[in-house]
């Protein structure tokens, strides 16, 4: 009877951690794009980024005295790496995988990372090196359409978690680009056509939403989105640079703690129902800063 309710709670768990539906997202998409799409990309360079992703989760949170190795975060931000970031250099695609999952461990605030570790190793690598680009994920019709479908189911699933950011972004930049479109006089398609990737669908419903990284309010993960939102536009069309939604991510990842300071509330977890109520200063978390072997509450 004990072993039977063990299995129930374990199974529960497992259905409420929407990064079980990412990874299978994720991976069924890199497969499909490995098998049957142009991908830029081949098997073994997908193995050897999504090995070093898992090493790193591995070492850091050894390093960190974590009670055991969680590889799910770390396989999402490795098979994102694999879909986005592009490199004639296998040394600088491992080197970002390494650099996302380590971010976790290292630029830390109360118990949160800061920055989305995709999207800081997508950073680090083109703006460091110069030789990373990002894919913009033109799959076909067909496969977008169906990519857009399982980003939205997956909203359904994480609705205790962080679609509300979802939301408020993808209204924010579409207003954003409508805008755009007619203040130029430009057609309707235009900014539809803008929006029809895969690299946006990637950053609107996996970054951006990321609970671990997010304001703990709704009230600021709504202001975080639209900041973002209007950085990426800033970028884009006023500094007329590439890449403008990973930039403004990141610049405004570190105004997180400013605005869970300004407008407080429940801190996320993973493996638990959704909010805790617990104060956010009481550092819960299952990964830790380096140099405290004591584990964090959880």
Same mark, same amino acid.
């Given at each position: ?72 975060? $770390? ?22 995988? $390494? ?8 630029? *830390? ?131 007329? *640079? ?57």
């Amino acid at each position: 009877m004990q072993a039977s309710r063990w299995n129930m709670r374990t199974a529960t768990r497992a259905i409420q951690d929407p990064r079980h539906y990412q990874i299978a997202t994720l991976s069924l998409l890199l497969a499909y794009g490995l098998l049957f799409l142009d991908f830029d990309m081949d098997a073994a360079r997908a193995t050897l980024i999504l090995a070093t992703a898992l090493s790193t989760q591995a070492l850091c949170s050894r390093i960190s005295g974590l009670p055991r190795f969680d590889p799910k975060s $770390a396989f999402i931000s490795g098979l994102s790496l694999c879909l986005l970031l592009r490199t004639n250099s296998p040394e600088i695609a491992l080197a970002a995988a $390494a650099a996302a999952v380590a971010s976790k461990f290292i630029f *830390r605030w109360h118990g949160k990372h800061i920055f989305n570790p995709t999207n800081f190793g997508l950073v680090v690598a083109i703006g460091l090196t110069g030789e990373a680009w990002v894919s913009p994920g033109q799959w076909g019709s067909a496969a977008f359409f169906a990519f857009l479908m399982a980003c939205i189911g997956g909203l359904v699933i994480r609705r205790a978690a962080r679609s509300d950011v979802t939301y408020a972004f993808v209204s924010a930049y579409v207003a954003i680009l409508a805008a755009r479109a007619l203040w130029l006089g430009d057609p309707i398609w235009i900014p539809v056509h803008q929006l029809q990737n895969g690299a946006f669908l990637l950053f609107a419903f996996f970054m951006i939403s990321d609970p671990k990284t997010t304001p703990d309010s709704r009230p600021g993960r709504i202001l975080f989105a639209i900041l973002v939102a209007l950085g990426a536009g800033f970028v884009q069309f006023g500094l007329f *640079r590439t890449n403008g939604l990973l930039w403004s991510l990141a610049l405004f990842a570190l105004g997180v703690p400013l605005i869970d300071r300004i407008l407080p509330g429940g801190r996320y977890h993973w493996n638990r129902t959704g909010f805790s109520p617990r104060p956010l200063n009481d550092g819960a978390s299952n990964e830790k800063e380096f140099g405290h072997r004591k584990p964090l509450p959880v």
